[in-house]
């Protein structure tokens, strides 16, 4: 009787083990970890040159701005959209023969006679592009703020440094972070290292939304 049944049981195809054992599983974690090992570096490898080709962008529109503010003895301001994922530059002192602004290659097309928009998403950069994430002012952490306003001395009118983070990538590990920042009393402004995330200071300040989306290169 107990033959039967062991023969029985090796004859009936249902008694074949079902889904994977144990060890499939550990070796498949396994390959996907040396996949992703192998993989990430390499999607992840040229962000940080991308990161740094955007910061350069806005340090040099902030540098433009407070060499305005300075060459002209009044105040320009720089207006942060990070929604629209632009900013523009606007003389914002109170002598109107400045209010148009100087001819420049980087204007767009459909600009304003006194306005210079800079839209990260038609920068030549390719997809992933970059993205505008915030501007803060580092005051008790973070504060969320719209624009830098430069004065005539080059400082800003703020009191606290303001930062502008841009990111570039898909989001988790295939996303990096760099900040602008501005010096208050001088004016002058330096780049940091890209970095895997933003500062909890500023997540708390940033809607999510904003934190993981990813733009396509510019034409």
């Known amino acids: 009787m107990r033959q039967t049944r062991t023969a029985a049981a090796s004859s009936d195809p249902t008694a074949k083990q079902l889904g994977f054992t144990l060890i499939e599983l550990l070796l498949t974690i396994a390959v996907l970890g040396i996949l992703a090992a192998i993989l990430i570096p390499q999607l992840t490898g040229d962000l940080p040159e991308r990161l740094n080709a955007g910061a350069q962008v806005v340090a040099a ?3 433009y701005a407070r060499s305005l503010a300075v060459a002209n003895n009044s105040s320009y301001r720089l207006t942060f959209e990070p929604d629209n994922n632009r900013y523009y530059l606007r003389h914002s002192g109170t002598s109107p023969q400045f209010n148009t ?3 420049s290659p980087f204007r767009q097309t459909d600009d304003p006679a006194d306005q210079q ?3 990260l998403s038609v920068l030549p950069i390719p997809a992933p592009g ?3 994430i915030a ?3 580092m005051q008790a952490g973070a504060q969320s ?3 830098v306003e430069f004065t005539p001395l080059g400082g800003t009118t703020s009191t606290y440094p303001t930062v502008i983070w841009i990111g570039c990538g898909a989001g988790g590990p295939l996303q990096r972070f760099i900040s602008i920042s501005v ?7 330096s780049i940091g290292s890209p970095v895997t995330a933003l500062p909890a200071t500023v997540t708390s300040v940033v809607p999510q939304s904003v934190q993981s989306v990813s ?5």
Do not use: C, K
């Not at 733009?215 to 034409?219: E, I, L, Y």
């Open 101 to 103: 602004l100087p001819q």
């Open 130 to 132: 970059v993205r505008l």
């Open 61 to 63: 529109d902030l540098d």
């Open 135 to 137: 501007a803060v002012q």
């Open 145 to 147: 703020t719209t624009s």
């Open 183 to 189: 010096d208050p009393v001088t004016g002058l402004v």
């Open 215 to 219: 733009v396509g290169g510019g034409a």
């Open 117 to 119: 928009t800079t839209n």
